[in-house]
């Protein structure tokens, strides 16, 4: 499904600019009709998802509103409306609690759109920096079929999964990036400022020292005048990989690379698997069509090459064939996900087996993140320690090497 900017007006002449999803413009006019507006105008299709900022430049971009604080908004509005309050109110109430100066304004508005006679997930599409295409189309499912105080309860389950693996990820690698960090510092100042100094006492016998000692003294030399080139070469190439990824061509073989990294590429590739299934669970458990999920997964997913294999997986489904063959096909789900696939599409429980695999694939990425943080640990001190013992090796070699010269 595309997006479009529309611009309609009610019956009362107020002028209303927004965002909508739909397959073609008659759709938005149709909708936009059975929303009691006039249409004025119908802006051609915005970004498609191959001209959207690539994940990895994600970093460079800061969000207004956490996925904390959207968690939390959704519980609130989610225990509001189960108490029986009527939206509006509920966003009413909401625009004064709601944490971060930033969110506030967006709940207003929001509200705002509710009173001129939006529905909820129009008014939420007009803020996709907030609220995701996953968010606004279970919502949209949810008023469709009644049932929003549900859809709200799952979306706040499937938010709160994820951003506990994303919590217990970011606590597993902290130690071990501190520790390099620090380590990478030490060893900085070391050649940089430490070694120099005894430089200078063996400067008048330089040609006599062990090779050793000569070939960290030189390489601390050469540090200490060009090291701004390395660090200048290492800026140029960040940035310039940074601008490649940008590019269609090197977001895909970025994305091919996470896939086959030593350690980490099984790692990634059950995160994908996890994530893709969690997703399609949930927009299936709050209602949304499978054909509509699979577009709306196409979007979600962080690996392009996976994206790829959905819309495979979506052209197969609109042909009444099933999802396990172009599945198996990509190559990137494990069999144990395809078995269970397969046997939710045959009982007709698809939501509830996704959530299964789901659940196994993040105890898998928290145990093998687990197990490749025990091992960086020693890992990175035992290095650490090999280095600092070779020089102090060193400068014992040459200073033991001055005995030896004749005076």
Known sequence: MAVFQYRAADHAGKVVDGMMEAEAEHGVVSRLHEMGFIPLKIAAPGESRSQAVPAPLALFSRKKVTQQELLHFTQELSTLLAAGLPLDRSLSTLANLVEGKEFGPIVRRLLEGIRAGKSLSAAMAEHPEVFPRLYVNMIRAGESGGILENVLHNLADYLERSLSLREELKSALTYPLLLATVAGLSLVVLFIYVIPKFSLIFKDVNQA?????????????????????????????????????????????????????????????????????????????????????????????????????????????????????????????????????????????????????????????????????????????????????????SMLMAIFSINDLPF
């Not at 020693?378 to 090796?393: D, F, K, N, R």
């Open 209 to 393: 020292l062990p090779w050793m000692s000569k070939l960290l003294i030189d390489f601390s030399d050469w540090l200490s005048r060009y090291g701004w080139i390395a660090l200048l070469l290492a800026f140029v190439g960040v940035v310039g990989g940074a601008f490649y990824i940008r590019s269609p061509e090197g977001w895909l073989e970025w994305d091919r690379l996470r896939l086959r990294l030593w350690l980490l590429g099984d790692r990634f590739t059950k995160l994908e698997v996890a994530r893709f299934s969690r997703t399609l669970a949930a927009l299936l458990k709050g209602g949304v069509p499978l054909l509509d999920a699979l577009g709306t997964v196409q979007g979600v997913v962080g690996n392009r090459l996976l994206a790829t294999a959905v819309a495979q997986v979506q052209n197969k489904v609109r042909e009444g064939k099933g999802m396990v063959g172009p599945l198996t096909e990509s190559g990137f789900f494990p069999s144990l996900a395809l078995q269970m696939i397969a046997v939710g599409e045959e009982t007709g429980r698809l939501e509830g087996m996704l959530a299964n695999v789901a659940d196994h694939y993040d105890q898998e990425v928290r145990r093998t993140t687990k197990r490749l943080t025990s091992l960086l640990e020693p890992a990175l001190i035992l290095s650490m320690g090999l280095v600092v013992g070779v020089v102090v090796i």
